[in-house]
């Protein structure tokens, strides 16, 4: 579908963005090049000079990293173009409390670094549902969470990036939405194979800086155009279109009338469009599953070369995550009182004609903005800083993506596959993702009326909460066992599926065109459903656990909290469902594979391109090996160290407790 933005027939709008005000100078187009050139060339020196040759210094950077980049990294992949295009649209379409979902997050990290990377660490972890199978034994769970895991990155994360930078893209460039997904892609996918955790983690800290600097930039000429604070308060509650009726049908005005509780977080549990009981409870639950048990996220941390700067990193992302409020959600808001009749559109024909669809253009309140605000040079800065913020995220999402099919589910289905098919079979399902992303891409474009965190959030609320549910279960209650852990997913799963079908089969509507999903379906709001789609989880698996065989203490030493600190040895669950491991492809040579001198030059560069080339060092002792494997799975901080953190800790959750009651 082309979005681009075409003039609109009502009186005293402000004219849409012509072809010639677009990015076309030749200081935004330098700008664009040496970020560019910039990011390429930290991408390469990263990727050259750590060690992607083996699972450790791959997936985990050779557990090398320190605090700042573990913390930029963390903000990164989870500061998206999703969040400059649908939290800045949540902005502008009801106020602030969309902001209350960022700061949750401040509570959750530090739980993240206190609570669930020690048992990770301890565990000898890669990936989350290798976590589980170690917990639990078995193949199904694992194979479960990881299938489940991808859906909800295609149905969120990957889609909702896609169309929220191409939106940016199509206003900035004019380009068709589709046309600038597919260059989006190409971008991504050569930016995300030169591989490595290493290299992704250093890449996100520098695009960290750049959506910094740029968005504050962008706040600072927001707030200067509107005249200040006080006067953003009182415009914003004024910021009606003009253009109120049309299309032959009657338009409550409730639907372009700012909420009388614009300005505060806490609403009504009723009435509210985001209740204080589901933003403190729902929240939270939604929360615990992506901080504390999402892959991507986990894996940044496990990637700390201890726990003090595993912790460290989390408080800075911590402190970083105070920002979006102001610098997205506020700025969101900027743009409705400046470009009032375009973002606060109505009339279903008046946002079709600006932006595409019918249900709402709130999605291009950032964009709008940066374009009609930013002087040149200064657009080319804010275009990388969307590309920053969804290259970051993406090329997190595909390299976690990729980890959990190849390690997950296809080493199940191809139990002797050589290293080169794992390569080749994670890039072919990069692509598959990818396709099945961009046809998803419609439904996004239309959810949530037309709100796209909402879109996101609702989502993670039909599936987040039974994978919560177990995490908790199977760090606090050593009682819980795989076939209550198992059953609970499912029949969460199940649920939720059911609320998601069905609202996506009668539509989400708007406010001008409300959605005939009966309310026993779909009246229910998606943070009250998670609270109640967790409760049903969390006493399914109990239930279940209780009438079913515990599980010994012997094979749960340094998996649950009670147990954390045992120093006797673990037999791993799922060792006893291993058979005879096949012969290390790595140690001779495959029937086809070439030795180093029968290489050619491509082949070569090849070979040096995706870390293939890096040799195994040499066989350690046992004594060595124990050593390695006690370093890998140290917990210990120096004492020092442990104050500092511990006392950002504490500092971190008053700022939070603070700012929720502020804006309460």
């Known amino acids: 579908m082309d979005i681009t933005v075409t003039p609109s027939v009502s009186a005293g709008s402000p004219a849409p963005i012509l072809a010639t005000d677009r990015i076309k100078s030749a200081a935004d187009i330098s700008v664009i090049v040496i970020y560019f050139v910039v990011v390429m060339a930290v991408g390469l020196w990263a990727m050259l000079s750590t060690n992607r ?42 106020g602030i409390a969309m902001g209350g979902f960022e700061w949750n997050a401040l509570l959750f990290v530090v739980v993240l670094g206190w609570v669930f990377v020690p048992i990770y660490v301890k565990a000898e972890v890669v ?35 896609i169309f929220s930078g191409a939106i940016f893209i199509n206003l900035a460039l004019g380009l068709d939405l589709y046309l600038a997904i597919f260059l989006l892609l190409v971008i991504t996918g050569l930016y995300t194979i030169t591989g490595g955790l290493a290299a992704v983690i250093y890449t996100d800290t520098l695009q960290t800086g750049i959506m910094l600097v740029g968005s504050i930039i962008l706040t600072a000429f927001a707030f200067n155009e509107v005249g200040g604070y006080n006067a953003f308060v009182e415009k914003y509650m004024k910021a009606i279109p003009s253009k109120i009726s049309g299309d032959n049908i009657t338009i409550s005005s409730k639907c372009y009338t700012p909420r009388a509780d614009s300005f505060h977080i806490f609403r ?90 019918k249900v709402g253009c ?19 800065l804010m275009l990388s800083v969307m590309l920053a913020s969804l290259m970051g995220s993406l090329t997190s999402i595909f390299n976690s993506s990729s980890t959990l099919f190849t ?42 009326s037309g709100q796209l965190f909402d879109y996101i959030q609702s989502i993670t609320s039909y599936l987040g909460p039974p994978i919560g549910a177990v995490f908790l279960l199977a760090i606090f209650c050593k009682r819980v066992n795989e076939p209550g852990a198992f ?6 799963l199940l649920i939720g599926l059911s609320r998601m079908i069905a609202e996506f089969a009668y539509g989400t509507g708007s406010c001008v065109e409300p959605s005939n999903c009966p309310t026993i379906i779909c009246g229910i709001h ?53 058979k005879e491991d096949p012969e290390d492809p790595e140690d001779n040579l495959e029937i ?18 995706c870390g293939l080339d890096q040799q195994k060092g040499p066989k350690l002792t046992k004594e060595e090996e124990a050593a390695l494997k006690m370093k890998l799975t140290d917990t210990s901080e120096k004492p020092l160290w442990r104050n500092i953190v511990n006392i950002n800790g504490i500092i971190l959750l008053t700022v939070a407790v603070f700012c929720h009651a502020y804006f309460a």
């Not at 199978?133 to 990881?146: A, D, E, M």
């Not at 059953?487 to 969460?492: Q, R």
Request: with cysteine; aromatic share 12%; net charge positive.
């Open 487 to 492: 059953w609970g997913m499912v029949l969460g």
């Open 362 to 380: 709130t999605n291009i309140a950032y964009p709008t903005l940066v374009m009609e605000l930013m002087p040149d040079g200064l657009r080319g």
């Open 268 to 357: 009504d549990p009723i009435t509210g469009d985001i209740p204080w009981p589901g933003l403190i409870f729902g929240l939270s639950i939604l929360a615990l599953w992506y901080w504390c048990t999402d892959q991507v996220i986990v894996q940044r941390c496990l990637s700390a070369k201890n726990m003090s700067h595993a912790k460290a990193g989390c408080i800075m992302c911590g402190y970083l995550k105070l920002l979006p409020m102001f610098l997205i959600v506020m700025t969101g808001m900027v743009s409705r009182i400046l470009y009032t009749d375009k973002v606060a559109c109505v009339v279903p024909s008046e946002c079709e004609a600006y932006c595409g669809t």
């Open 53 to 94: 040759g083996t699972v450790g210094g791959f997936y985990l950077a050779g557990r090398s990293m320190v605090w700042w980049p573990i913390g930029a990294s963390l903000f990164a992949s989870n500061i998206g173009s999703d969040h400059f295009v649908g939290l800045a649209g949540s902005g502008a379409a009801s």
């Open 407 to 448: 390690m997950d589910i296809y080493t199940k289905i191809r139990k002797k596959a050589s290293e080169k098919e794992l390569m080749i079979a994670g890039r072919l399902f990069m692509l598959v993702l990818i396709a099945i992303s961009i046809a998803w891409v419609p439904i996004v474009q239309s959810a949530q």
């Open 526 to 578: 998606y943070l009250y459903f998670a609270i109640i789609l967790f409760v049903i989880s969390v006493i399914t698996i109990l239930i279940i656990s209780f009438f079913t065989k515990p599980i010994s203490d012997v094979h749960l030493y340094r998996l649950c909290w009670t147990l954390r600190n045992s120093k006797e040895e673990r037999i791993d669950l799922d060792t006893l469902d291993e």
């Open 592 to 609: 086809g594979e070439l030795g180093p001198q029968d290489k050619s030059c491509f082949r070569k560069a090849y070979d040096l391109f």
């Open 127 to 161: 990936t989350m549902p290798e976590y589980l199978r170690k917990r639990f034994g078995g193949k199904r769970i694992q194979i479960y969470l990881s299938v489940l895991s991808l859906l909800i990155y295609i149905f969120t994360k990957i889609s909702a990036d």
